[in-house]
């Protein structure tokens, strides 16, 4: 039972566009979500990161957007970079004590940015 | 320097072999875990840990066990290897109130 999915597993857009990354989930005790990049022959890297309690965070190109009625999150790139390019995973989490870190990945969305 | 490293970065072994891979972190962070990739299936937490005292089950521990040697050192040992735990394999760790984990560089292993 994959409860993160990343549904499209790449997407392809030119330098300066905006790329929007989805990502679906079906735990409603889930309330913390990350967004994670991963080059290749490294390990995934922390992008940005959001609380239940809030429907945007943003810093500086990237934006995530929560609609927890949809159970629903995006990252947004504006404006796209060749650099973005690497394999962009989503995880989400449910409230801490115990919990803390138990991340459920989804399976990755490789983003290609073209000059 | 890297914070969080991982040993070997890459390994070739046969069905049946005992392979430990190993975890060491200087973040000063309680939490440790171990994951796996797989081609289309995304992280999977194998074993994670609150302190030295405190090892836990992931999703995926069959086949695996885990030692905390030190708030800073993290092992996983597969006790006998097989091919489908042919994966890249991820520690990561975390500290405080947040949820965020930050993971070491990765080690390749494949299972013949």
Redesign the interface.
């Known amino acids: 039972d994959q409860q993160v999915k990343q549904n499209s597993p790449s997407l392809s857009v030119q330098e300066g566009r905006i790329s929007i990354l989805n990502c679906d989930y079906t735990n409603s005790m889930f309330d913390y979500f990350l967004w994670y990049k991963k080059y290749p022959a490294e390990g995934p890297t922390f992008l940005i990161s959001i609380s239940s309690i809030k429907d945007k965070n943003e810093d500086g190109r990237f934006t995530v957007f929560l609609n927890k009625s949809a159970k629903h999150l995006s990252l947004h790139i504006v404006p796209s970079q060749p650099g973005d390019s690497a394999v962009y995973f989503c995880a989400a989490s449910p409230a801490g004590g115990t919990s803390y870190g138990k991340l459920t990945f989804g399976q990755g969305t490789i983003l290609t940015v073209h000059p | 320097d890297a914070d969080?490293t991982q040993t070997p970065r890459n390994r070739i072994t046969k069905t049946g072999k005992r392979i430990m891979l190993e975890c060491s972190q200087t973040k000063g962070h309680d939490?440790m875990?171990w994951?796996r990739q797989d081609p289309?299936?995304?992280?999977?937490?194998i074993y994670?840990s609150?302190d030295v005292k405190d090892i836990n089950k992931?999703e995926i521990s069959d086949g695996y066990s885990v030692s905390r040697q030190a708030q800073a050192k993290f092992s996983l040992s597969l006790e006998s290897a097989i091919p489908n735990q042919t994966a890249l394999y991820?520690c990561?760790t975390?500290g405080g109130?947040t949820?965020?984990?930050?993971?070491?560089?990765?080690t390749r292993l494949t299972v013949l």
Request: proline fraction near 4%; charge should be positive.
């Open positions: 969080v939490r875990y994951y289309g299936l995304g992280l999977r937490l994670y609150f992931g991820f990561a975390g109130s949820d965020t984990q930050y993971f070491g560089p990765g």
